[in-house]
């Protein structure tokens, strides 16, 4: 087990060895006959020297979760996030955790702590969005959906997402709005525009609908949106088919 911790201090630039040194590590804890003695071992050489080893205590942690010991693999995957704040690998296996043991408020509590140092992470906003939905919390769910963009109001990607989630929602005004967005930050990109028209189309809006498929069809797009052009074409067809109804 030494060895194995001397291996990821000693680990070269190299992704392989890196990996290998994880790799390593994992499988020593794995066939430890008495992984809480290490733990306890670890615990008094930090309290002796001031020096703990993140990455121990994270693979300490994800073995403690495979073995579903989930007090000590929270345990040490907190003390892992402490010494690595911006590890989202060890936030990710303590929601991990508390999902794995139905504890919904720890999960939520859990990815509050997450994105406080993840800030800019806008699936996480809509991750907290959907869990405080599933506890009843919609005040708290609409701040979470409204964070995606607020934390990054010029992105595209964010207006994307949170158009997405306003679509699940039945919102459709604000999702049409979110993809207006969308198409003005990437005007280089037809995605924004495709999703703008079917949006259109869902309300019943056929003329601003066929004005977004005009600036689709006006639009020399590059050559990687190979389907482009037949995506304007269904457009053009659901426009044509419910102004006729």
Same mark, same amino acid.
């Given at each position: 087990?030494?060895?194995?911790?001397?291996?990821?201090?000693?680990?070269?630039?190299?992704?392989? $060895?890196? /990996? *290998?040194? #994880? !790799?390593?590590?994992?499988?020593?804890?794995?066939?430890?006959?008495?992984? %809480? &003695?290490?733990? +306890?071992?670890?615990?008094?050489?930090?309290?002796?020297?001031?020096?703990?080893?993140?990455?121990?205590?994270?693979?300490?942690?994800?073995?403690?979760?495979?073995?579903?010991?989930?007090?000590?693999?929270?345990?040490?995957?907190?003390?892992?996030?402490?010494?690595?704040?911006?590890?989202?690998?060890?936030?990710?296996?303590?929601?991990?955790?508390?999902?794995?043991?139905?504890?919904?408020?720890?999960?939520?509590?859990?990815?509050?702590?997450?994105?406080?140092?993840?800030?800019? $992470?806008? /699936? *996480?906003? #809509? !991750?907290?969005?959907?869990?405080?939905?599933?506890?009843?919390?919609?005040? %708290? &769910?609409?701040? +979470?959906?409204?964070?995606?963009?607020?934390?990054?109001?010029?992105?595209?990607?964010?207006?994307?997402?949170?158009?997405?989630?306003?679509?699940?929602?039945?919102?459709?005004?604000?999702?049409?709005?979110?993809?207006?967005?969308?198409?003005?930050?990437?005007?280089?990109?037809?995605?924004?525009?495709?999703?703008?028209?079917?949006?259109?189309?869902?309300?019943?809006?056929?003329?601003?609908?066929?004005?977004?498929?005009?600036?689709?069809?006006?639009?020399?797009?590059?050559?990687?949106?190979?389907?482009?052009?037949?995506?304007?074409?269904?457009?053009?067809?659901?426009?044509?088919?419910?102004?006729?109804?």
């Amino acid at each position: 087990m030494e060895a194995a911790c001397g291996a990821i201090v000693s680990w070269t630039q190299a992704d392989e $060895d890196r /990996q *290998l040194a #994880r !790799d390593t590590l994992k499988g020593v804890l794995r066939q430890a006959e008495d992984l %809480d &003695a290490y733990v +306890a071992q670890l615990d008094r050489q930090e309290a002796e020297t001031g020096l703990d080893n993140p990455l121990a205590r994270k693979t300490i942690g994800q073995v403690y979760l495979e073995q579903q010991k989930f007090p000590q693999a929270v345990s040490a995957l907190q003390t892992a996030a402490q010494l690595q704040p911006n590890d989202a690998e060890t936030h990710r296996l303590l929601i991990q955790c508390f999902d794995m043991q139905q504890d919904k408020q720890g999960a939520v509590a859990q990815m509050l702590r997450t994105l406080e140092v993840s800030r800019r $992470d806008i /699936q *996480l906003y #809509r !991750d907290l969005g959907s869990r405080f939905e599933s506890l009843g919390r919609p005040d %708290d &769910a609409e701040r +979470a959906y409204s964070s995606i963009v607020e934390v990054l109001p010029s992105e595209a990607a964010s207006h994307a997402l949170l158009a997405e989630v306003r679509q699940q929602q039945d919102r459709w005004p604000d999702a049409i709005g979110h993809w207006q967005q969308v198409a003005q930050i990437r005007s280089l990109e037809p995605t924004g525009l495709l999703r703008l028209a079917a949006a259109q189309i869902h309300q019943r809006q056929w003329d601003q609908a066929g004005e977004s498929v005009s600036q689709l069809r006006a639009h020399v797009w590059p050559v990687r949106f190979t389907d482009v052009n037949a995506e304007i074409g269904r457009l053009q067809r659901e426009i044509a088919a419910g102004r006729s109804k």
